[in-house]
């Protein structure tokens, strides 16, 4: 066993696989206090560097389950491990960074800088290495120029990448993603699609925009009623329009474009 898997053994008092996926998620259920069933029966694993695409319509429980994977919600049944280790309810989860769909929020300091340092400094890490995480976050999301600027008076696209930042200073090996593209303009949006296609980590991304989810996403989980109702390759579940339009959800407008312009065929389910 790696010295790494034994002082995470030791710590959580569980058996580590040597090579966890990033995620693994048995029979998961969790239920709201007036018993509605957000999450029913989630089995599923999630390989390191895999990018998923989680749609479904409102309601259908893609936030809640967010929620569980960071440990901010308790499950009513079954187990998530992130990287070999239980999650932890309650728990501060380093490994998982969770970007908010409206960025206001996730900032609240003074400065873009304040704000980016924010996880950091309640990490334990020395000033130095604070001062080091946030200048490679401001770098990776392309905002050293915004790092003095009060959040509250940055752009939507801005403050998105803001959002990010605080994340990836965390330096987090999973990235949850809510609806990351909300009240983008065209050019903000593509400039994040390019930012989050130049990120290495694990990403799960939850999202309406389906032409978002065909640009970045290997794999595509359709959600409802807090069901994976189908897990698949991206272009075989999002060129099967019949299903989509059973479950409230419409085809991706790159769909309609002229097969040669597409980047990459769609499959036939």
């Not at 989680?54 to 389950?65: L, R, S, W, Y």
């Not at 696209?157 to 990235?175: D, F, S």
């Not at 400039?191 to 595509?220: E, G, V, W």
Request: net charge negative; with cysteine; proline share 7%.
């Amino acid at each position: 066993m790696r010295q790494m898997d034994r002082v995470r053994q030791q710590a959580w008092g569980h058996e580590v696989e040597p090579n966890p996926p990033a995620i693994a998620i048995a029979n998961l259920h969790f239920s709201y206090p007036d018993c509605t069933d957000a999450i029913q029966n989630i089995n599923l694993t999630v390989q390191p560097g895999e990018r998923l695409g989680i749609v479904g319509a409102n309601g259908c429980g893609k936030t809640t389950f967010f929620l569980l994977l960071c440990g901010v919600l308790t499950p009513t049944l079954g187990e998530v491990r992130i990287l070999g280790n239980p999650v932890q309810p309650g728990s501060f989860q380093t490994q998982v960074g969770l970007v908010f769909q409206n960025p206001d929020d996730q900032l609240f300091s003074t400065s873009v800088w304040e704000d980016v340092a924010f996880a950091p400094q309640h990490m334990g890490l020395a000033a130095e290495d604070v001062e080091q995480r946030v200048v490679t976050a401001l770098a990776l999301t392309n905002i050293q120029n915004l790092a003095l600027r009060p959040p509250h008076h940055l752009s939507g696209g801005q403050k998105k990448r803001v959002a990010i930042a605080g994340v990836l200073a965390m330096n987090p090996e999973i990235l949850l993603l809510d609806e990351p593209t909300a009240q983008l303009d065209p050019h903000s949006r593509r400039q994040l699609i390019r930012l989050l296609d130049a990120l290495p980590q694990t990403q799960l991304i939850a999202t309406h925009d389906l032409d978002l989810a065909l640009d970045l996403c290997d794999r595509i989980l359709l959600f409802s009623e807090g069901r994976i109702i189908c897990d698949g390759e991206t272009y075989t579940v999002l060129g099967n329009a019949e299903l989509l339009e059973q479950y409230s959800l419409e085809s991706p407008l790159s769909y309609s474009r002229p097969y040669c312009q597409l980047d990459h065929a769609p499959q036939k389910p």
